[in-house]
């Protein structure tokens, strides 16, 4: 995983020099401010007389001595800078090289060059992984510019004064040059010519079906731990030292377990490192050390106070580019164990994000009216990941060089999941798993699936925390108190008319803006946050917090 940054002239001629810098300089100072995303290398590649500019800044971690970017084609024609990784890249080289004999990709982005070469902006069929990449053909004057299904790399574009077309993985380097930005879409590709580019529209080339009708298919047990063991094995290609966060709860649990079990195929003394993160005395650190001693991993736990993450918020909203309350809240443990796993050696983490989005794991979904609801439920927190729990995964530790990568995310996985009926999924009494009406706990058929030895059932069975609960409810506590200590009743009242875009209902929610304000001024930056809400014609409490569902054990009134 790295930080690209890509600028075009709008009309594929010489991009003049902005006041003392040439278009390299430009493009280079504006990347530094994504360069923690690559801290092993920059790569700079300019086409003076097209108007072009591509920066790469690399976190190595496949192709390690190889796969320095900008990547280029064998006859230099095709330029290539891609954030991400391509997990089936090891199939569709030796495809590759069928056609040409000799063929070893650099590294795993590699094969997108050669795709394009033979299936033009087609090649999105064919790969599967995270990412997010621009090319550029330099003979046909043609750029491609994709981004993967559900958008767990991030990707912005956007418009300076003078009409060139920018892309960045992260905002801040796009904020006080382009007066117009905007996320590009998950999912989607926008290819043509650079005489196109004022015109040029990302076109969705995500389909799956179950963004549009209701699935019908019975659940199988046995063939969604097959689908979640082969989406972890995938995940493990990777050539640096590697861990996995381990919350304690039955997602990143899983994934430790399944990924400890597969290392051990391939060498039986292996110790996967594993990572908790919490207050003294948190929930998430009793499960995660049960689930440690039951994997036999090498695990550490993070202890942190209320004052140290208190410290972090201003740095961690400048990294998320985000004043959403949930996702800020969520971000603050994560921010301190990101540091903390990167200066052990670990390059590459896995984690248990977007479990609940595919199974219907929040608890609020227990308030779900009926099957064809709860499902458009899920349809829609897959369609808004790349704004909330995977914007919050990938920025929160890429801002210590540290690749996060998200098995339950798997394009496979996620289509296999989703394709599965609601009646089986849904949490609390409309559950119809095996035919049999009763009440069944949230993801309960991925909980049963892996039912026997794969982990305790004190942690198989533990009831859905959020993250930012589960480390610890004290921090949750703290922070409307500490935003509170800055923010009056005034201001407050006055915050519609100060933030139009999206008002702050509440001081935490304010404060949190104020400073996203301050660091990402301007209308088009605060229209790239989506807010993070359960549903409330549910009848649910806006409370982004676990504990402010009716379902939880401890919630508020309750304890």
Known sequence: MCGILAIFSPDGQAIQAQSVHSLRELAYRQSGKQRHRGPDDTGVLVIPEQGVALVHERLAVIGVETGHQPLQSRDGNISLIANGEIYNYVELARQIGKRLPGYQPKSD?????????????????????????????????????????????????????????????????????????????????????VEQLQQLQPVRYYKPSWRRVIPTRQVQLQEL???????????????????????????????????????????????LRTFSVGMH???????????????????????????????????????????DVATVRCSLPMFYLARHVKSTGIKMILSGEGADEIFGGYLYFHKAPNYEQFHEEMVTRCEQLHVSDILRANKVT???????????????????????????????????????RKWRMEKFVLRQAFAGDYLPDAVLWRQKEQFSDGVGYALIDALPEFAARHVSDAQLLAGQERFP???????????????FEEQ??????????????????WGCPEDPSGRAQTAHDQAYGKC
């Not at 001024?521 to 014609?537: F, I």
Request: glycine share 8%; aromatic share 8%; net charge negative.
């Open 109 to 193: 982005s590699n094969v997108i060059i050669e795709l394009y070469e033979e299936h033009g902006a087609e090649l999105l069929q064919h790969i599967r992984g995270m990412f997010s990449f621009v090319l550029y053909d330099r003979r046909r004057r043609q750029l491609v510019v994709a981004r993967d299904p559900l958008g767990i790399i991030p990707l912005y574009t956007g418009h300076d004064a003078a009409g060139n077309i920018w892309f960045a993985s992260e905002m801040k380097c796009l904020t006080g040059i382009c007066q117009q930005l905007r996320i590009f879409p998950p999912g989607h590709v926008a290819a043509g010519t």
């Open 501 to 515: 875009i999206n008002p702050p209902k509440t001081k935490e929610a304010f404060y949190y803006r104020c400073i």
């Open 398 to 436: 890429m801002s210590k060089g540290l690749e996060l990568r998200v098995p339950f995310l798997d394009t496979s996985l996620v289509d296999h999941v989703m394709s599965i009926r609601p009646q089986d999924k849904i949490p609390g009494p409309l559950n119809e798993y095996s035919g049999q």
């Open 281 to 323: 005395g948190s929930p998430d650190f009793e499960h995660a050390r049960l689930v440690a001693q039951h994997i036999g991993s090498q695990h550490e736990e993070i202890a942190f106070s209320v004052e140290d993450c208190l410290d972090g918020v201003r740095d961690l909203i400048y990294h998320l580019e985000s004043y």
């Open 225 to 271: 731990r097959a689908q979640l063991e082969l989406a972890v094995r995938t995940h493990l290609q990777c050539d640096v030292p590697f861990g996995a966060l381990l919350s304690g709860g039955v997602d990143s649990s899983l994934i430790a377990a399944i990924a400890a079990r597969i290392m051990r195929e391939r060498n039986a003394g292996h110790k």
């Open 520 to 537: 990402f001024p301007g209308e088009a930056a605060a229209n790239t946050v989506e807010k993070w809400a359960p549903r409330l014609d």
